[in-house]
């Protein structure tokens, strides 16, 4: 760690005795440069009593992670069991092609409705807290969604849903992106695996689930009581010192005068657009690739469950898609991402190939996606603050991200009758990304707040 120099440190004797000043400029320290042993352990002072002191053990973080990690994959399962099953729901409710569209992508409303709210709960309020309530909420919303009489009802419980995961991905973001401070990449990228094992196995349960108690219904009641036990497990196994801790790591003052005093700047701002645009495309491409799949290439629903898995098993790249991200320059890896979406996005809906195919390209979106847009998007916007917004800035993705997302498959699908899959595909999975890579050429990564050295002010 470099240590700072006085501004008037040294004097050297002139040629006439007298001595002449010698002023050495100071660069502030970025929060990725500095130990973590000397980070103090003194937060805001609102937040003293929500900040145990002292840094758990490892085994005590390691537990902590994995339980959340696998709340973040029950997560994903409750989102991605809708998407095979919409056509049997769709059927038995009478959902129109852009009805369903919307139903399966609703959920996302709720989420963006709580991000920033979330955002600015998680700086105020125990995280821990946060996290249990939020997996509460949407477990309770998954349990409410087979007993719907009607469209209105079950979006109502869909975006009820979304509201928990909502709350939850902000309280994650911030808390495991924040005590993993010095490889911020790769430890969202590890939510990232989780969440792409939550996607790759869901829809085959939910499939199989369904099929043994025979109805559609069965999937989301197990999820939802699964849900349910895993907030008690969250309330007892994961440590205060590992959700709360992070706080204090963002604590520190005055080291970031080179970066924007706003948590909403050109940077922050220009990550969330273009993570609304690739989410719409990606989302677009999830809520209605198994109704493509069997309306247009004739594949039945349990091969198109195996092909919307393999987006998942693409997913589970997050680990890595992190870790290069915490190495190279975020920006250009963020734009090589999207634009191998947009090429993915022309080899889906244009060459529309066969199912092993489908499922390779399916494959690579999920690893592009989920395992290298989706981390590398949420490490960016919080290096794009100062530590003390970090959750602001996890509020503002998880916004932008999904409230993008929201409207993707109404999107879609009323795109499809008028221009068919091809056009569709080719303006919602195609164009939009390349739009977002656009978008994040404007960023300034100088400007993140684990820059190797920081502009002299």
Not at 219 to 246: C, D, H, N, Q, W
Not at 341 to 359: D, H, K, T
Request: charged share 10%; with cysteine.
């Amino acid at each position: 760690m470099s240590h700072p120099t006085p501004s008037s440190a040294g004097q050297a004797p002139g040629a006439a005795g007298s001595t002449v000043e010698h002023t050495v400029p100071t660069y502030p320290e970025p929060m990725d440069a500095i130990s973590i042993d000397a980070v103090p352990s003194s937060p805001a002072p609102s937040r003293v009593k929500d900040n145990p002191e002292g840094m758990p053990s490892k085994v005590v973080a390691a537990v902590s992670l994995g339980v959340l990690a696998l709340t973040f994959m029950l997560n994903a399962m409750d989102r991605q069991v809708f998407f095979p099953l919409l056509g049997t729901i769709s059927k038995e409710y009478g959902f129109s092609l852009q009805a369903g569209g919307l139903l399966a992508t609703i959920f996302t409303l709720g989420m963006a409705i709580a991000g920033i709210p979330a955002g600015f709960l998680v700086e105020r309020f125990s995280r821990k807290a946060v996290l249990v309530v939020s997996i509460v909420i949407y477990s309770l919303g998954t349990l409410a969604t087979p007993f719907a009489s009607s469209w209105g009802d079950m979006a109502v419980y869909r975006i009820i849903s979304g509201l928990g995961e909502g709350m939850q991905a902000a309280a994650l973001f911030a808390a495991v992106g924040a005590f993993f401070h010095l490889r911020r990449g790769l430890a969202l990228g590890i939510l990232g695996f989780a969440f792409g094992l939550g996607a790759t196995f869901g829809p085959a349960l939910g499939i199989m689930f369904a099929g043994q108690f025979g109805t559609w219904r069965a999937p989301f009641m197990i999820f939802g009581v699964l849900g349910l036990l895993l907030a008690v497990v969250v309330a007892f196994a994961v440590s205060r010192k590992f959700t709360e801790r992070a706080i204090s790591l963002t604590g520190v003052e005055g080291s970031y005068d080179y970066m924007p005093d706003s948590a909403y700047n050109r940077n922050s701002l220009a990550i969330a657009a273009a993570a609304g645009c690739g989410s719409i495309a990606l989302y677009g491409f999830l809520g209605l690739y198994p109704t493509f799949l069997t309306t247009q290439l004739g594949i039945s629903t349990g091969d198109s469950a195996v092909a919307l898995s393999f987006v998942g098993l693409g997913g589970l790249a997050g680990l890595l898609g992190g870790w290069i991200g915490d190495r190279i320059n975020q920006r250009t890896l963020l734009i090589v991402s999207l634009a191998v979406m947009a090429v993915l996005g022309v080899l889906i809906y244009q060459v529309q190939a066969p199912f092993a195919w489908q499922c390779v390209f399916a494959c690579l979106m999920g690893v592009f996606g989920t395992g290298v847009f989706f981390p590398n998007m949420n490490s960016a916007i919080q290096r794009a603050v100062r530590p003390h917004q970090v959750g602001r800035a996890a509020g503002l993705f998880v916004t932008c991200y999904y409230g993008s997302a929201a409207f993707s498959g109404l999107l879609f699908a009323a795109l499809v009758p008028s221009i068919g899959w091809q056009g569709a595909g080719l303006l919602q999975v195609t164009v939009l990304p390349l739009a977002a890579a656009a978008i994040m050429l404007i960023v300034r990564t100088p400007l993140f707040n684990n820059a190797v050295r920081a502009a002299s002010h």
